[in-house]
């Protein structure tokens, strides 16, 4: 324990908080999407560092598993759910329309 | 342990850093194909870092070795997953980001 733990959760707390702003604007299903797999992979980083500040080692355990799930969310939405209809012209969120 | 402390502690700024990258890039890059990039790479990198600098700290080897089976978990994850979505988002036909020429 080095004391660095909680202040680095809190900082990757307030990355996820100004990754919202992403989810929020978009442009395609997909970028709401990357949004949501960073909550995976930074969640599972914030866990690992909270089960070292005193949340105990089953906290490693929650992040195994949210790392799990985010990667089966992220297949199962680009297989099944993206579809056509939700498709947005363009790459480009600057672009003139 | 003081150097081992040094060590777990520059590895876990390092990964901070690299988690800030990554929310910089999916913030700024101009289209979806690019900000997979800043998932995909800076992201895990950073979660590595961080890992790596826990299982420095660690009581016993098991809850170490734990800590580490995350990380190859994440790549193959974030390998696949950004693959998927790209090819999904290439058939659906989005146009890659390009320079606009001045």
Redesign the interface.
């Given at each position: 324990m080095t004391g660095l733990e909680l202040p680095i959760a809190l900082f990757l707390l307030v990355n996820l908080a100004a990754a919202l702003w992403r989810a929020a604007r978009g442009p395609t299903p997909a970028d709401r999407m990357l949004a949501a797999l960073l909550f995976g992979s930074t969640g599972a980083g914030i866990l690992a560092l909270l089960a070292f500040a005193g949340g105990g080692p089953a906290l490693v355990d929650v992040a195994l598993t949210l790392a799990l799930l985010a990667a089966i969310t992220g297949i199962a939405f680009a297989q099944r759910s993206w579809q056509r209809h939700g498709a947005h012209e363009g790459g480009d969120d600057n672009a003139a329309p | 342990m003081p150097l081992l402390?040094l060590l777990?502690?520059s590895l876990?700024?390092c990964?901070?850093f690299f988690?800030?990258a990554?929310?910089i890039g999916?913030?700024r890059f101009?289209?979806?194909?690019t900000?997979?990039h800043a998932?995909a790479k800076a992201?895990?990198l950073?979660?590595g870092c961080?890992?790596a600098g826990?299982a420095l700290?660690a009581d016993s080897m098991a809850?170490a070795l734990?800590?580490l089976?995350?990380w190859p978990?994440?790549l193959?994850?974030?390998a696949?997953?950004g693959y998927?979505?790209a090819?999904?988002?290439d058939r659906?036909?989005?146009?890659?980001?390009e320079k606009p020429k001045p």
């Open positions: - | 402390d777990s502690g876990l700024l990964g901070a988690f800030f990554g929310t999916l913030l101009p289209d979806v194909y900000r997979l998932l992201d895990n950073g979660l961080i890992l826990l700290q809850l734990k800590l089976a995350i978990l994440a193959i994850a974030s696949a997953v998927t979505i090819r999904r988002a659906l036909g989005i146009v890659p980001w």
